[in-house]
């Protein structure tokens, strides 16, 4: 058992789902496994196992940031033997390309957090999904007749949902950066040091250039196509 997961040896999947909502990984689990049964509520952080296509599937809340995000994924990867991570979460879009409800793959995280400096001793570190679970998925998502859009790419990984100076992330959109979230770079910095699997596919929740959102509960309990897509593309893979 490890520190901030109170689960059991063989009680994780290969395979987690990752929204950083635990609510989100209850609704999940509920939603889309079969037989699902909760393995860890230490500090509300749910984790549940269950089946999809007769298939053994967890699903695990990160909490919301890289600090946080770095502990569940540690603990996964060394203490339970998980192979890969599929990050099932929210961003926010930062041009007009991605519309409201549009699926976001990631190829590749920018950051502004200092962990993969400190890290790396000031070397700039260029963390990457799996290519693998990148390809799966983007071929789930073009196989299905999905009303929203689905676009890969760059996102930004931001230590600050209120960030101090706001307009040094519009640089990024210069460089091609799709949207905003707060947890892809450490993710796919851990699978890299584990010899792991990552992927973080986002539905955009809100838009910072039209000013368009959706509600909590549609970011808790929505979003379903994200969630086929990932399980497609993480089961294809293991």
């Not at 053994?56 to 600090?67: A, L, Y």
């Not at 196989?143 to 859009?149: F, I, K, N, P």
Request: net charge negative.
């Amino acid at each position: 058992m490890s520190t901030h997961i109170a689960a059991q040896p063989g009680d994780i999947a290969p395979l987690v789902l990752m929204p950083g909502d635990p609510l989100r990984a209850r609704w999940i689990a509920e939603t889309f496994l079969d037989d699902a049964r909760c393995y860890s509520e230490v500090r509300g952080m749910y984790g549940f196992t269950g089946t999809w296509r007769g298939r053994r599937v967890s699903v695990q809340g990160s909490g919301m940031g890289q600090p946080s995000l770095a502990i569940y994924v540690n603990e996964l990867f060394r203490e339970y033997d998980v192979q890969s991570v599929i990050r099932v979460g929210s961003c926010g879009a930062m041009t007009e390309r991605p519309a409201v409800r549009d699926l976001v793959i990631a190829s590749g995280a920018c950051t502004d957090s200092s962990m993969n400096r400190i890290a790396f001793e000031g070397l700039d570190y260029a963390p990457v999904a799996d290519f693998g679970l990148l390809r799966a998925a983007h071929d789930a998502a073009t196989a299905r007749d999905l009303d929203e859009a689905v676009h890969v790419g760059l996102i930004y990984s931001s230590d600050s949902f209120y960030p101090a100076r706001p307009e040094l992330s519009a640089r990024m959109v210069d460089y091609g950066v799709l949207a905003v979230e707060m947890e892809a770079s450490a993710l796919y910095t851990l699978a890299a040091k584990h010899g792991r699997r990552a992927l973080a596919i986002c539905t955009v929740s809100d838009h910072l250039v039209t000013g368009e959102e959706t509600t909590s509960q549609e970011r808790e309990q929505t979003f379903g196509a994200m969630v086929e897509i990932a399980l497609e593309a993480g089961l294809a893979q293991s």
